[in-house]
């Protein structure tokens, strides 16, 4: 597993394989950005990436599958520019938002999870602009509990 934090904190982790993680594969925290590229994240009994508490990173051109719980989980006001990944069969949502999270989720194809694709709730935020969302065992993007996220 792979934790970043702090502000000024920016690593380039790229062309990784990070599997069978027990905590969270890749964290990013307290103001940190950096960024996630070109990374297979599977089979890991928690979130694969959790960003929260300011981080910023780029997450982009990943494929993140087949997790036990959630792909990706932004929350506690963590930020984020997701793009061109491929989140797919993951055992709960591809992508969760809350508590005042606001990512971009930008060009991903996102699909086959058993929860939704995209759950945003109590009082997520963000966009989510030009994904390809679908076969997801729920709803494509569910968005609840005082949420305001931009869709499009």
Do not use: M
Not at 77 to 97: D, P, Q, S, T, Y
Not at 129 to 137: A, L, M
Request: overall charge negative; some cysteine; hydrophobic content about 35%.
């Amino acid at each position: 597993a792979v934790r970043v934090s702090g502000a000024h904190t920016s690593p380039v982790l790229s062309r990784n394989t990070i599997h069978a993680c027990r905590d969270p594969a890749v964290v990013f925290r307290d103001g940190s950005d950096g960024s996630l590229v070109a990374c297979r994240l599977f089979s890991n009994l928690s979130v694969a990436i959790e960003i929260h508490s300011r981080a910023d990173p780029v997450v982009e051109d990943n494929d993140v599958f087949d997790g036990r719980q959630g792909g990706v989980f932004v929350y506690s006001r963590g930020k984020g520019h997701l793009r061109r990944n491929k989140i797919f069969r993951n055992a709960l949502e591809g992508v969760e938002i809350k508590q005042g999270g606001r990512p971009l989720v930008e060009d991903n194809d996102i699909y086959d999870n058993l929860e939704c694709g995209i759950f945003i709730h109590e009082g997520g935020e963000g966009r989510v602009i030009g994904n390809r969302i679908h076969s997801n065992s729920y709803a494509g993007i569910e968005i609840k509990d005082a949420s305001s996220p931009e869709v499009r």
